[in-house]
T-cell receptor, first 115, second 111 residues
Framework: DTGVSQDPRHKITKRGQNVTFRCDPI?????LYWYRQTLGQGPEFLTY????????KSRLLSDRFSAERPKGSFSTLEIQRTEQGDSAMYLC?????????????FGSGTRLTVV | AQSVTQLDSHVSVSEGTPVLLRCNYS??????LFWYVQHPNKGLQLLLK??????LVKGINGFEAEFKKSETSFHLTKPSAHMSDAAEYFC?????????FGDGTTLTVKP
C-alpha cells in the first residue's frame, strides 16, 4: 500500500464543464475525507465517509458538488457546471475509525483550474 | 466550536538556526492537536500529534511541539533549520471527529 492516491494530479477545464476526481485511500482506513484548499488558506472540510456512508457535508458543498464512495473503498468527487471559483486544490485524506483524532494521511491532491 | 490561529503567516530563518512556528487554539473541550507540513504541489504530511499524553511531543525530521494548556498553545520548534524544511506548516485541532486547520505558516530557510 503506497498511501492515499488521487487522480488526476492536475485538471484544467472550461467553465461550465463537469469534472470528476478519484481518491483511493489506504486500504485499512475506513474513513475518507475531502478537503478544498485555496491559495494562502488552510484546507477546508467538504465531506467525509465512514465506509460507504456519507456522514457529513459542509455548507461549502453546493448542489453542484457530489461525492460517492460506493463500495467503501475508493471515492469520487464530481463538480457539475464548474465555475472559476471552483479553482482550488482538492485534497483527499483517510484515517482509521477513530477519525480526526488519529490524524489523517493525505493524498497529493488534484489541482483544478477552471478557465 | 473550535478555532486555530497561527500567529505568523511567514517565518524566515537562516539555515542552522532555530525554528519557532506559533499556534494557539480555542476549544470548549480538550482537542487533539497536530502539525502538518506541505511542500509545494504536494499533499499534507503529518509531522506530529498531541493526544493528551506527554506535553512535549517529538515528531519527524527533528521537529517537536509543546502543549501548554494554560496558554492554549501548541508551538512547533526545531533546533536547527535545514533547507529542506522550507514549506507550509499547518496547525490542526481535532475533536469529536472534526478537524479545524489554521491558515498556515510559510517557512523560508535562507542559506
Amino acid at each position: 500500500d503506497t498511501g492515499v492516491s488521487q487522480d488526476p494530479r492536475h485538471k484544467i477545464t472550461k467553465r461550465g464543464q463537469n469534472v470528476t476526481f478519484r481518491c483511493d485511500p489506504i486500504s485499512e482506513h475506513n474513513r475518507l475525507y475531502w478537503y478544498r484548499q485555496t491559495l494562502g488558506q488552510g484546507p477546508e472540510f467538504l465531506t467525509y465517509f465512514q465506509n460507504e456512508a456519507q456522514l457529513e457535508k459542509s455548507r461549502l458543498l453546493s448542489d453542484r458538488f457530489s461525492a460517492e464512495r460506493p463500495k467503501g473503498s475508493f471515492s469520487t468527487l464530481e463538480i457539475q457546471r464548474t465555475e472559476q471559483g471552483d479553482s482550488a486544490m482538492y485534497l483527499c485524506a483517510s484515517s482509521l475509525a477513530s477519525g480526526a483524532e488519529a490524524g489523517y494521511t493525505f493524498g497529493s491532491g488534484t489541482r483544478l483550474t477552471v478557465v | 466550536a473550535q478555532s486555530v490561529t497561527q500567529l505568523d503567516s511567514h517565518v524566515s530563518v537562516s539555515e542552522g538556526t532555530p525554528v519557532l512556528l506559533r499556534c494557539n487554539y480555542s476549544s470548549s473541550y480538550s482537542p487533539s492537536l497536530f502539525w502538518y507540513v506541505q511542500h509545494p504541489n504536494k499533499g499534507l504530511q503529518l509531522l506530529l500529534k498531541y493526544t493528551s499524553a506527554a506535553t512535549l511531543v517529538k515528531g519527524i525530521n527533528g521537529f517537536e511541539a509543546e502543549f501548554k494548556k494554560s496558554e492554549t498553545s501548541f508551538h512547533l520548534t526545531k533546533p536547527s533549520a535545514h533547507m529542506s524544511d522550507a514549506a507550509e506548516y499547518f496547525c490542526v485541532a481535532a475533536f469529536a471527529g472534526k478537524s479545524t486547520f489554521g491558515d498556515g505558516t510559510t517557512l523560508t530557510v535562507k542559506p
